[in-house]
């Protein structure tokens, strides 16, 4: 019993430790965008990227510093070639019609080489080094891209969860304040100042507004995994949100932004179109190189050694040494015109790259306007929806009153309250859109 009783204390004390050991993140959603940039899986990736990148550039570096490679050859030889030769060539009086067979060789060679290279000119070397450059650039643009999408995104799922709770937090009073009237309105019946028609009304009205609930409830639970995965937060952590719906709309109302002068080459995406037209002229420096001669020179020092029985070994083996310096030019002169068309094609990659970056500052200047008219809509209306809102309260509010002194049927009342509720959740999105416009608007600004 005591044994049992143990095994139980330490099971109920190990699922309390598992709870206490359970992280909590809680963000506001600068930190959220903070921790994202760190701790995103494609940020992690692009970063490795960038790393990557800087390891390519200086293994094309090293093509065009000295290489020292040594290798170490045995050879057993079963059986020795033959070589014919007249046999009068060793004996004067034989018949020079005789052929005699000579093996040349011993049964067992060695040699040992170590060789030191250096490639002294070579055109294709030096537009590798130039290209290698650009791919880091390329990769690094790409990070920084990725880490503007990053940041859009969290704003946007964050803007999702707070809007959830908002909309949970109206639903649940709608829903007490229906109750209420749905409760009176039964008492009223019961009194038989009203037709069954108008609790009957209410109840649809109460059951369209539960669902309703529940369904944000299961969006909101939607929403916060979402941004957990943004975050590169486990999904079974907890996460809390510090920063209120209207507090952020508030902050991110900026009319200043909106005067903005828009410069295309500031951003990410016309900076990674002149680094395609920069490789291809890259491309286009290659072919041209390829016409260049190249030059290089390498330096072998080593020792062979031959024996009839393997005695490498031994001390008494003789080993020989050899050396040898030497140059090699390599100069192209014929192809059949094959280079010349590798170069025509290159030019026009060249060319084609250069009018897709004319066409990205073309999109972009769209996008700039696009973004900022949206912006801009987005404030005003949230103004207009505030102001509906209110409307909507005070038409809602008179029909509550009418409703019970019976000068309003329940489909006024339903008609008012689904006013309301429209309102409310308009109101709620303009707020959230001021919110992602104005992400949507910086990234191409800033």
């Known amino acids: 019993m005591k044994q049992k009783l143990t095994v139980l204390c330490l099971l109920i004390a190990s699922l309390l ?26 940020m992690i990736n692009a970063n490795r990227d960038v790393t990557a990148a800087k390891k390519k550039k200086w293994e094309t570096t090293t093509m ?26 060793f004996n004067p009086a034989a018949d020079p019609n005789d052929i005699v067979l000579l093996a040349f060789g011993t049964k067992h060679v060695a040699i040992g080489n170590l060789t030191l290279s250096q490639l002294i000119f070579d055109g294709s070397y030096l537009v590798g080094l130039q290209s290698a450059k650009t791919y880091l650039q390329i990769s690094e643009n790409a990070k920084v891209k990725t880490g503007q999408e990053i940041r859009e995104m969290v704003i946007n799922s964050y803007g999702n969860v707070l809007l959830a709770d908002e909309s949970i937090k109206i639903l649940e009073n709608n829903k007490k304040i229906l109750e209420k009237t749905l409760a009176d309105t039964k008492e009223i019946l019961k009194n038989g100042l009203i037709e069954e028609e108008n609790v009957e009304q209410l109840q649809i009205t109460l059951a369209s507004l539960s669902s309703s609930l529940e369904n944000v409830k299961r969006q909101k639970r939607i929403a916060v995994d979402l941004l957990k995965l943004l975050l590169g937060i486990d999904l079974e952590e907890e996460l809390i949100l510090t920063d209120q719906l209207n ?22 995406d016309y900076q990674i179109g ?9 491309l286009l420096k290659l072919e041209q190189s390829k016409a260049l001669p190249s030059l290089a020179a390498q330096l072998n020092f080593g020792y062979n050694s031959f024996a009839n029985q393997f005695d490498f070994l031994n001390n008494t083996q003789k080993w020989n040494n050899f050396s040898n310096v ?23 990659a060249l060319e084609q790259a250069k009018t897709s970056v004319t066409e990205t500052e ?30 909507a309260e005070r038409i809602e509010s008179k029909n509550q009153i009418k409703f019970k002194e019976g000068l309003a049927s329940s ?10 509720y429209s309102a409310q959740q308009s109101y709620l999105q303009a707020m959230l859109d001021v919110i992602n416009k104005k992400a949507t608007l910086e990234k191409l600004v800033n």
């Open 17 to 42: 430790w598992a709870q206490e050991a359970k992280i909590s993140f809680s963000f506001t959603l600068e930190q959220a965008i903070e921790h994202a940039v760190k701790n995103n899986y494609s």
């Open 64 to 89: 065009g510093l000295p290489q020292i490679n040594g290798s170490l050859n045995y050879q057993n030889t079963f059986e020795f070639t033959k070589q014919g030769a007249a046999a009068n060539a």
């Open 247 to 268: 507090t952020l709309t508030q902050n991110n109302i900026d009319l200043a932004l909106l005067k903005k002068e828009f410069q295309a080459e500031n951003t990410i």
């Open 274 to 282: 002149k680094n395609i037209e920069k490789s291809k002229q890259l």
């Open 326 to 348: 030497g140059v090699g030019l390599n100069v192209p002169v014929f192809s059949s015109l094959g280079r010349s068309s590798r170069t025509q094609q290159a030019k026009i």
């Open 362 to 391: 073309q999109k972009l200047k769209l996008q700039f306007a696009k973004a900022k008219s949206d912006y801009e809509f987005s404030i005003e209306q949230l103004a207009t929806s505030k102001s509906n809102l209110n409307l």
């Open 411 to 420: 489909f006024d009342l339903t008609e008012a309250q689904r006013q309301l």
